[in-house]
């Protein structure tokens, strides 16, 4: 087992590098930076930069120097927690994402407890009354939920909430709340409003998940000792409880790894809709204005937080199956 | 005698055939003759809501064609007299009386409070529409595919009359018009990003299948990376990564190579697994103990075995390209106008207290929602005729 975990987490590390290098590309990309960009802003305006100042700002961000040397002073000042510094806002980059890294972490993590909930309560009845009226209807209203996309949905349980209950049910908590400290009221805030875009995210992933789970439920559900332990008459609810629930119940724990990113993926999007101080829409602005440094932080914290959920669904999955464990640091 | 009655000696005259027990019926023969192709056909006939999702596929990319036709405006025609005009709905019967189909024409008024047009449907102006016919009024005329001028719709207003069957947008322009252009640029993106990620997916996922070792465990950790990053923040770098100054044709064909880029792994790995678990087949031992060369081998035996496969996975991931297109377009980060997607037009309902107040402007949502289930029963029915010996 510990084994396991350590060759796991060596094998993070070059992917860890991989993605950094990636996202690096990536926020260097655009032409220009985000000075030419402010230039150009403060000259349609119809204001003046001195030159020397740009001149300045730059050199102290070190745009002067080559990309690979910016890399390595982006990567090191990471290791030590300095994410660099947003030029839109005029602060450090470390200062601005806490919050919303905290916030996007508690609506995902929500949005998982969520889909495994509704999954397994709907999964396993679709499994057990299968070709029932109600295994149909959950059936249909799964496809559909798997063919909506998220911000459609939130788009439209916007217009419905507007249209009758007049309200706005954008944000994540009271507008009273926002930019103070932690608090109880405003933990309570936050509960509840977070079970809107829990719903808009956690639907398609919910969707495949009772698929999944109904699918591999009916395997075993048709198997001998099932049959056998009906035979010995023991009761028809303990005998799904005790063997076949748990056998069915591993994509729970293996699919973490694909859930995850779409989970974040679909928050990132749906924030921007119902507006939710989380990455999504300080993330899309950081594009648009190349804000390098903050987008950079963003992409790398998402993309870490997926690779880190990635790997503790591994050892858990290795904790439970012992093929997994035992099959060394081998693939699956 | 004792009451016994023989039973009379019987013979059947036909020539005995030692064959008759495994004899097989022609339908029968028919289904064991059949070629693989031709067995998947019939799988997939069976599937019923697959097959009436093809059908309702291939009537809209049929529709892309003749867009202009079908379109009573053209895409960028503005009436200025009607703003944010809600949708006509087309009656049959006026007063009682067998009309045929006819739109009633609005009142308008400005609301003063509001500071907006209000309409009001006029019930004394009857506006029949006409059909098949050769348009005269503001915004009719068009250039087939930018080549041929033409004003030739199937369906056109009444003589002075309007027709917005979908209402109108704000500077006046027809949503149901913009919704049939808007379907050419997203059922094409979905269509050109597949083909992308197929080429890719094949070349480099076919590569790490055949040559194994090094090459295979590059690519399995190349692809494990991109899969553990969350799609669409990359995409939404990615498509901001696009110069602003690029022509509208550019940027489209930017948008779905960076769709393409991010999904080639899923096939890639579907390729590689599947090369693996095919190279140990008997059929593929027997061909090499001929002496077939692997060239041989993998396009005459290894590729048709699981080209229906991968065809089945590559239309599950169509849908995930259009919305990941509409998404980005909502966004503004995808494409831009002038060219029209189903994206760029939900980009103007994003503001929640402009989509109150002029709902229609969400219409473009339901063309998106029955692609997308469309293209999902459709490649859940390629899926299970994919392989028909099962």
Redo the contacts between chains.
Sequence with gaps: MLRYTVHRLIVMV??LL??SV??FV??Q???GDYFTTYVDELKSQGENVSADRIEFLKQQYGFDRPPVEQYFVWVFGMLQGDFGYSFEHSLPVADIIGDRILLTFIVSFSTIVFTWVVSFIIGTYSAVYQYSLGDYALSFLG??G????N??LA??L??LA??YFGT?I?GLMDPDYLDQPWSWGKMLSVLEHLWIPVVVIGTSGTAGMIRRLRANLLDELHKQYVVTARAKGLHPFKILVKYPLRMALNPFIADI?NL???V???A??VS??LSLPTTGPM??RA??SQDMYL?GS??MV??LL??FG?LLSDIALAILDPRIRLGGGA?K | MTGRTDIPHYVNPAPFDPHSVTAITPEQERYYTASQWQLMWWRFKRHRLAVVSGAFLLAMYFSILISEFIAPYDLHHRNTQMLFAPPQAIHLFHDGDFVGPFVYGYKKSLDMVKMRWTYEEDRTKVQSLRFFCIGDYPGAAYEFWGLIEGSFHFACPADGGSFHMMGTDRLGRDMFSRIVYGARISLTVGLIGITLSFVLGLAIGGAAGYYGGITDTIVQRIIEIIRSFPELPLWMALSAALPVNWSPILVYLGITFILALLDWPGLARAVRSKLLALREEDFCTAAQLMGARPKRIIYRHLLPSFMSHLIASATLSIPSMILAETALSFLGLGLRPPITSWGVLLNEAQNINVVAIYPWLMLPVVPVILVVLAFQFLGDGLRDAADPYK
Excluded at chain 1, 146 to 149: H, I, R, Y
């Design positions: 070059p992917t991989a993605i990636m996202v990536i926020i990309l655009p032409p496809f559909v798997l063919a909506t996309p911000f459609l788009l439209v916007l217009w507007n249209v706005s954008g790894g995850l990113p779409q974040i993926s679909g990132a999007i921007v809709v993330l899309l594009l648009q987008a963003f992409l998402l993309a997926t690779v990635t693939e």
